[in-house]
Structures are given as C-alpha cells and as structure tokens.
C-alpha cells in the first residue's frame, strides 16, 4: 500500500542516516576549536599576569601566610563580634594572640594550630580605649577591640603593633620604588637575559572535558603544550588497544570502542581510564614522569578518596619525585593576582567557589550541575526545531562548534528577543559548515535566536529542565555565605574562568544582576582573554613559588605515611 511504501521511505532514510553519521569524522571541528589560540597574545597576557600574580603571591606568604618570625604573642580579651565599644557589661573573650609579619592573628588557646581570624595591618591604626583597651582598625574598616588587663600589657602592645603598622608603610614606600624600577626593566630583560636553571615541574590540568598540559618554565611564559579532550576509549574485542582524546571519535575507531570522560563529574571517576590519559600526556610531550615534578589541579568538589588516588597512581605507576595537588579555582585566583575573591568557573558545570587568604570558605561554595555542557546541549535541541540534525553525540559537537562560534550572553533578554526579529540580524548569524561535511549535508547553518536563547539557561535554570538558582544568585548566595567583614572585598574580586566563561556578554549581565542582588557593593567581574587557561596559569604561578617544594608531596614522606595521612596533613581536601 501507499502507507507502507512510506514507512519503508522513512526507515530507509534513517538507516541512510545512521550510516552517513557513523561514517563522519567530528575530529576537524574539535581541532578547529582546540587549536584556535592566538598563541603571541596568550603568552604575551600569560606572561603579564604570571609577573603580577607572582608577586602578590610572594607578598601574601611572607605578610603571614602561615610563616615568618612571630614579634609578639600572648593572651588578650577580645570583644565579642558585632560589639564596637568597649564597656565592662560587654561579654568578652579570652584569647591567643599572635603579631606575625603584618598580621594579627587570634586562637582559640596557646595550642591551637588554626586561627579564629586575623587583622592585617596594613594602612591599619591604633586607638587608645577605656579599661587598658585598644581598638585596631584595618584600612577596610574592619576593627577588633581588645583589653590588655594592664598598663604594662597595654603599652608593650601597642608599642609592638605601632612598630609593624610603621614598618609596613616602610616596605610599602620601597615597593613602591622597586615596582617603578622593575617596570622600566623587566620587558628589556626578559629580551636580553637566558632563562634561569629552574626544576622540570610538568602542569596537568585535569578538566572534566579537557586536558591541558605543559611544563610551568618556558622560554616566553608557561602555556599549555597540550590540548585536546579528556576522552578515553577502549577496544570492545581487545582490551589492549586503548585511544584517548582526538583518536577516540575517528570514525574508524569510535565504532569499536567503549569510550568514557574519565572525570565526568555526573559519574563515578575511572582512574583506571585517567592513568592512561596520564601515561599519553607523558608519551606526547616525551616525559619521564620518575624524573619530573608534577602539579595536578582538582576540581573543587573532590573528595580525599580521589585526591589519594592521584597521589597513588603517580608515585607507584610513574614514580614521580614529587606532586603538588591544587584546586582549580584557587589557582584561577592566584593567575589574576588574587588570595581573597569568589571564582565563577563555568565548565560542564558550574562551581562558585570563595576564597579568602588562598583558603577556599567551604560552608559558602555552591555547584550546579549544569554549565556549558547544558548550553551546548540546549542550543543542539533548538537547532533541532530549525531543521538540523544533532541528536547523537558527535553531530553535537557541531552544536558545540556553533556555541562557541555564534553564542552570547543578552544583557536584556526580552529586548533580545525582539531584536531577533529583524532581518537584520538573522543575516549576520549564518555560519558557512561545508568545509566539516556534515553527515546530513547541510553546508550553511543559520543561527538567530538560538544564539542568545541557549545560554539563558546560566541565568534561568528552568529552561534547562532545572529547578535550581541561576548563576548570578548562586554568586549572590555565595558571597553572603562568607564572613561579613570580608563580604565586600570578595565583591569586588569576583573572577571568571572556564570554557564557557568566554561567551560574550556574560561578565556585563553577571555585573548587572549581582548589582540588584548585592546592594551597596558595588560587584567587580573580571573577564581576563586567557580565562579559559586560568587554573593552568594558576599552577604556573605556584610552581614559581619560593614555597612550592614545600607545598608538595615528596617520594619519601609517601612511602612513610601513605596517601591518606599526606591528604589530611596537606589541607588540599
């Protein structure tokens, strides 16, 4: 009949393409993507902010970053949060006091190993009180009152804090002077000088959909050597033949494979997958891990087990000397010259993670699980109703292509929305695909709403099919969770990393939202052109730290303790 010659049409046509998708090769999309860097403009931006964060960084340590001589310790009574005057009704705590480097930092007890909180000094002053009082007020505004119990303790504190608070605007006054002079030179030296002897320290940042890697000591500033997607396949009929990265969407590959996204944060971590990933990295860059020091970033939402399992596969399958685990987000505060701000990275998912003094607040950070995978995902379905077929994974790699192509962020969306009518501007979104042979032939993709329309989602959920807070008030929220005296500065430090970061307009409509969210604060959004490389640039960073040895897990203390104890000892979860 007429009805079953069309059905026979419409099988014979998904069989047609099945085939002619199963035949296409994605790999020159993803390579256009990988492989488009400006590389004389990243390392020209790497290497700036490598020089500013790098001093920050060296500052921060040595103003009390848990080292440096201490000038004065001893008990004090600390007025109770909240409570500005001093009186005797008041309730007052007694306290561990400690004057170190520019810091003053205050204890449960004289064997606490952790502080309550500090004071920095800088541009601080000291006033006089009733009852043998003084109230320190940093140059923030932020204050503790305190009571010496004596004349003696009186004098002898505020003498010890005068002398910091004054040497401080010496060093400050010195700096000043040097940076002026540094400046002058450091263009024409880094020119005219051969690079130092430095330690082979090899950076693998580890993303859920990318890896990037390179060795933090380069002639011209560290930058990623490698690019490519954190992607693992295995032979379904032999186990010994293994692909990773661009290798497993060959067509003539993929086909036989089991393939996995070793990090997949959705799922439970294959190490055994992410050991391979390693052991490709090392074979590419032609590196002998047993002679070279490694850093491994993590995401912040990992856990000790799997902080321990990187440690383990390292030393026992490739013997490294040493390895230094850092979390992503910190060290993409550390590449803007950073220690206390809120990082918005924005991957396959999204993590707003505050840090204050390089120590992530963990009762505030916030993760959703949706990000640029959900955004890419998005715009696939809505190109779908236009006529274009990406519903299997690998043609959504064309939607991928076309998100970071075509896609942005409306600062208005409803005005948006009515722009998208025009002529106009349908015209100025046609995308010419005819040099990718699209499996269904198409050769010319015409974008228009969709562009704006998939990545509403980051600030509307509900279009994702989720019923969570959208980013500019998980930001919001995240910021409020924080102390309320270092509320204002995380405000104004408020940084973005990540893939999906870079989609145009995203920083002005975070800036514009968290401006009604966050009354009286004024919020900052940085937007550096090398966000997308923030946490490689981070550990780059770190590497060239006076402190870095110390920083990592070494070989011996491994084989002494094991991997837990390191975990605990290290802070790192």
């Known amino acids: 009949t007429q009805e079953e010659e069309e059905m026979a049409d419409v099988v014979d046509l998904s069989f047609s393409t099945k085939r002619a998708v199963a035949a296409w090769n994605p790999v020159p999309v993803l390579q256009e993507l990988y492989s488009d860097i400006d590389r004389e403009t990243f390392e020209h931006k790497a290497r700036e902010q490598a020089v500013k964060s790098e001093k920050v960084l060296t500052k921060s340590n040595s103003n009390g970053g848990g080292g440096g001589s201490i000038r004065k310790c001893g008990y004090l009574e600390k007025m109770a949060r909240g409570q500005r005057r001093i009186t005797l ?86 700096q000043k002077l040097q940076e002026s002079n540094d400046q002058q030179n450091d263009d024409a030296a880094a020119e005219q000088q051969d690079e130092p002897e430095h330690p082979r320290i090899l950076i693998i940042d580890n993303g859920s959909a990318d890896i990037k890697a390179g060795f933090a000591f380069q002639p011209g500033g560290a930058w990623p050597q490698l690019y490519f997607p954190n992607r693992y396949g295995v032979d379904k009929t032999d186990e010994d033949h293994i ?31 992410m050991d391979e990933v390693w052991g490709s990295v090392f074979e590419q860059l032609s590196v002998d891990p047993s002679e070279t020091q490694m850093i491994l970033t993590a995401p912040q939402h990992d856990v000790s087990r799997n902080l321990e399992r990187m440690l383990q596969i390292m030393f026992e399958t490739y013997d490294a000397p040493s390895v230094c685990i850092q979390n992503q987000q910190v060290l993409s505060m550390y590449a803007h010259g950073h220690t206390t701000g809120v990082c918005v990275d924005i991957g396959d998912r999204l993590d707003v993670t505050p840090v204050q003094e390089g120590y992530i607040v963990r009762s505030a950070q916030k993760s959703m699980q949706f990000g640029g995978a959900s955004v890419t995902s998005y715009l696939a379905r809505l190109l779908a109703l236009d006529g274009y077929r990406m519903l299997s994974e690998v043609e959504g790699l064309t939607a991928r292509y076309l998100k970071e192509r075509l896609a942005y962020v409306a600062l208005d969306y409803e005005k948006e929305s009515e722009i998208a009518q025009s002529d106009a501007f349908h015209a100025a979104s046609a995308v010419d695909m ?46 409020n969770g924080c102390p309320i005296d270092v509320r204002k500065e995380m405000s104004q430090h408020i940084i973005l990393s990540g893939g999906s970061s870079l989609l145009p ?69």
């Open 505 to 573: 307009g995203l920083p002005e409509r975070l800036k514009r939202e968290l401006g009604s969210l966050l009354p009286g604060h004024s919020p900052r959004v940085t937007a550096s052109t090398t966000r997308k490389f923030s946490a490689f640039l981070g550990a780059a960073v770190v590497a060239r730290l006076g402190t870095f040895d110390e920083m990592s897990v070494w070989r011996d203390a491994y084989d002494e303790v094991g991997p837990a104890a390191l975990i605990a000892q290290s802070g790192w979860a």
């Open 434 to 479: 005819s040099r990718f042979n699209l499996p269904d032939g198409t050769r010319m993709v015409s974008v228009d709403a969709s562009r704006f329309q998939c990545a509403e989602g980051l600030f509307q959920p509900l279009l994702f099919g989720k019923d969570n807070a959208g980013l500019h008030q998980l930001t919001a929220s995240a910021i």
């Open 243 to 273: 692909c990773v990265g661009f290798d497993t969407l060959a067509p003539e590959e993929r086909a036989g494979l089991f393939t996995t996204s070793p990090l997949n944060p959705k799922t439970v971590y294959d190490w055994e997958a």
């Open 89 to 174: 009704v008041k309730t007052w705590k007694k306290r561990w006091f400690v004057l170190r480097d520019g810091l003053l930092l205050y204890h449960a007890d004289k064997n606490a190993k952790k502080s309550l909180g500090f004071l920095r000094l800088f541009h601080a002053t000291v006033s006089l009180q009733k009852d043998f009082g003084l109230e320190i007020k940093d140059q923030r505004g932020s204050a503790l009152n305190l009571r010496c119990g004596t004349p003696e303790a009186l004098n002898s504190w505020r003498a010890a804090l005068s002398d910091v608070i004054n040497e401080q605007h010496a060093k400050e006054q010195q």
